[in-house]
C-alpha cells in the first residue's frame, strides 16, 4: 500500500496539471481569437504564455510519471492502473477520475493547437499569394 502522504503528493501534482491544461485551453482560445482578429499584439502575448506553460506543464508530467514509476516500482505497461490498484479503494477513484479529467483537456488542447496551426498557416499563405510578385500583379485581368 502506497502513503497516504505519497498518494495526496501524486494527487496534488495531477490536480496542477488538470489546472495548467485547463489554462491552457484558455490561452489557446485567446491565440485563436486575436489570430482571427489579425491582433498581432495579442497573438504574441498568448504564444508566449502558451510557450511558457508549456514548459510547466512538461515539468510537471516528467515529476508525475517519475513518482509513478517510482510507486509502482518501475512498472512501464499501464503505470496509473498499476499504481490504482495499490491505492485504498477512495484514491484509486480519485487518481483515476483525475486521469480521466487529465486526459480529456489534453485532447481539447491537441484539437485546439491544431486548429490555431491551421488557421495561422492558412493566414500565412494568404499574405504570401498576395504579397507575391509573380507578374500577374495584385489586379491582374482575368
Not at 21 to 39: G, K, N, Q, S, T
Not at 46 to 56: F, K, N, S
Not at 76 to 99: F, G, I, N, P, V
Not at 104 to 126: A, M, S, Y
Request: glycine content about 6%; overall charge neutral; hydrophobic content about 40%.
Amino acid at each position: 500500500m502506497i502513503s497516504a502522504a505519497e498518494a495526496l503528493t501524486l494527487l496534488d501534482g495531477l490536480r496542477q496539471e488538470r489546472d495548467g491544461f485547463a489554462r491552457m485551453r484558455d490561452l489557446l482560445e485567446a491565440h485563436f481569437e486575436a489570430a482571427v482578429r489579425h491582433d498581432s499584439e495579442r497573438v504574441r502575448v498568448a504564444a508566449e504564455r502558451i510557450t511558457v506553460l508549456t514548459e510547466r506543464l512538461d515539468t510537471l508530467c516528467s515529476e508525475r510519471q517519475q513518482r509513478v514509476l517510482r510507486l509502482t516500482g518501475g512498472a512501464t505497461r499501464d503505470a496509473h492502473e498499476a499504481l490504482a490498484l495499490r491505492l485504498t479503494a477512495k484514491a484509486a477513484d480519485l487518481l483515476r477520475e483525475q486521469m480521466r479529467e487529465l486526459q480529456t483537456l489534453v485532447g481539447e488542447c491537441k484539437r485546439l493547437n491544431v486548429r490555431n496551426c491551421e488557421l495561422v498557416v492558412g493566414q500565412q499563405e494568404i499574405m504570401a499569394r498576395v504579397l507575391s510578385n509573380d507578374g500577374q500583379g495584385t489586379y491582374a485581368p482575368a
